[in-house]
């Protein structure tokens, strides 16, 4: 069984692991008084894995459905399996007590395998887990057993091809563990692409997308990824799901809706239909600078409401644009504007790009934007996936590191902004540290806006307790100010306390009913989602 590409206690690939620079050094030091130490890094044979409590007849009967070299209770790839990316994730990886991971762990190949493990799963009280690329932040691929004695994790990797194409009505049907720089190696032979570009890309997966609600950083152009998905195929412990049969339809509620963001709770997704595009013939990128994030924000409001159609379109406001965050090759070593950066990007036909380009440079310079030229929202592409390393770099040097997002509409942006802001650095401060607090607008909307918090601070204490602190505060702060309590990362574990006052009780109640007439032994995702 092969193990995942992650490297098991930190993001992405150990070859891309960014060292800090002596900017990063020197902030760190000046300005939130962190003494660089090394955290001892534990290496997996460090590591004690909880034991294995399958018995021996389950593990045969699972065995038997997805054959022995698709199943295995080793310890090492259990651990690899134990969760997410999320920074108390990688804390919780430095614990030298007894680790957590899923009993075992399964490769099935064919929806027929999927519907044989849940009905064997439903039967004898087996918790089960799916997983795609790794890359949950929100705690969504916990091994939380609930009432279960043991649970196991379903690994959809297998579920890697380009399963139809359509070019005349431009969808293609994926398998749901297609990664995203698979997805555009597929489409791209034919001459098409996704247009989704997460931060977790490089290992996330269009099933992982599909049930987290994903947004990508192409969204102003392509849409978010739920936007995409034309229909989809889903494993339930009370059958399959069949969904979407037309562009658009009358025929009462759309059940796809269900199932997108539904976080494995319901069922396992295994094929997505989605809306493609030609891959586009040329890009042209602008940076802006404005004198202040309100100045910015109206610029942005103008331009999408406007409808010009740039593929990308953000906005850092100053803190992240002082420390150069956007562009993270070079963070913290200079400052690219006194005021806000912000970045366009045109994709398509020559002709296309060369007019919503005009047209979009013609509104932002009319509400205070000055241009910056292409080189920083080249940079800004150039480094679009790096930051989750260097949040890597900062925990072992000893600062606590997270990110954390939000949206909600344009007149409410700078309250919500605010209060966020307050929230998590008085929280820190509570702990004994100063706070840095960078924000950007990430996605928009003809109403709103999403705002995504990057969130550095000294390690004090316990940093576990330390950041569940802050991030509760933040959370609260969100309900409180009208914001929603993710705009993209979805709820998972972390963010089910909230879902109450996200959805209300009558909404909790309907998403119960659902769960009871798709699963209801209560074996999918335990712990997720769902109060």
């Known amino acids: 069984m092969l193990e995942p590409p992650m490297k098991w206690n930190a993001w992405g690939d150990p070859a891309a692991a960014k060292p800090l620079s002596a900017g990063i050094r020197a902030l760190l030091t000046q300005a939130l008084g962190v003494a660089e130490q090394a955290v001892p890094e534990l290496t997996p044979d460090e590591v004690r894995v909880r034991p294995c409590a399958l018995s021996d007849a389950d593990r045969g009967a699972l065995s038997a459905i997805v054959g022995t070299e698709n199943f295995t209770v080793d310890d090492h790839l259990r651990l690899l399996h134990a969760g997410g990316k999320s920074t108390l994730d990688l804390l919780r990886r430095a614990d030298r007590g007894e680790q957590d991971a899923p009993d075992a762990v399964l490769t099935p190949g064919t929806e027929d395998e999927i519907a044989a493990i849940l009905r064997h799963c439903a039967e004898h009280g087996i918790a089960v887990v799916p997983f795609g690329g790794g890359t949950s932040v929100v705690g969504g691929l916990d091994p939380i057993r609930g009432p279960f004695t043991s649970a196991v994790t379903l690994d959809l990797r297998r579920f890697d091809q380009l399963l139809s194409l359509d070019p005349i009505s431009g969808e293609a049907e994926l398998g749901a563990g297609v990664t995203g720089p ?26 992982g997308f599909a049930a987290t609600r994903s947004s990508g950083q192409d969204s102003s152009g392509y849409g978010r990824f739920d936007d995409m998905i034309r229909g989809l195929t889903a494993v339930t412990p009370a059958g399959v799901l069949d969904l979407g049969r037309a562009p658009a339809s009358a025929a009462g509620p759309d059940l796809r809706q269900l199932i997108i963001g539904s976080e494995g709770v319901f069922g ?213 100010t009208g914001g929603t309590i993710t705009h993209h990362h979805a709820v998972g574990a972390d963010h089910r306390p909230w879902m109450t006052d996200e959805v209300g009780e009558l909404g909790v109640q309907v998403l119960r009913a659902v769960k009871a007439s798709l699963d209801p032994a209560g074996i999918l995702n335990p712990g997720k989602l769902i109060p």
């Open 182 to 207: 698979d997805a555009e190696r597929l489409l791209g032979a034919q001459g098409f692409s996704l247009g989704h570009f997460p931060q977790s890309f490089q290992f996330a997966t269009i099933g």
């Open 268 to 480: 396992i997704i295994t094929r997505v239909r989605l809306r493609v595009h030609p891959a586009p013939e040329t890009t042209r990128y602008e940076a802006w600078s404005f004198p202040d994030f309100a100045t910015g924000a109206s610029a942005l409001r103008a331009v999408v409401q406007t409808g010009t159609g740039p593929t990308v379109l953000r906005l850092s406001d100053e803190a992240e644009t002082g420390v150069n965050l956007a562009t993270t090759e070079q963070i913290g070593e200079q400052q690219i504007t006194g005021g806000c950066l912000g970045i366009t990007l045109f994709e398509g036909t020559a002709a296309h790009t060369e007019s919503r380009h005009a047209e979009t440079r013609a509104l932002i310079e009319a509400h205070g934007g000055v241009s910056l030229g292409e080189e920083p929202a080249r940079a800004w592409e150039h480094g679009r996936y790096g930051a989750p390393y260097l949040r890597d770099s900062l925990l072992a040097a000893g600062a606590l590191c997270e990110t954390l997002e939000t949206a909600t509409s344009w007149s409410n942006l700078q309250t919500l902004k605010a209060a966020v802001t307050e929230a998590l650095t008085s929280s820190l401060a509570e702990s004994g540290t100063p706070a840095l607090v960078l924000c950007h607008i990430s996605h928009v909307y003809p109403t709103g806006a999403s705002l995504y918090f990057t969130v550095v601070a000294g390690q004090r204490g316990n940093p576990i307790d330390q950041w569940r602190a802050a991030k509760t505060a933040a959370s609260e702060a969100m309900v409180r």
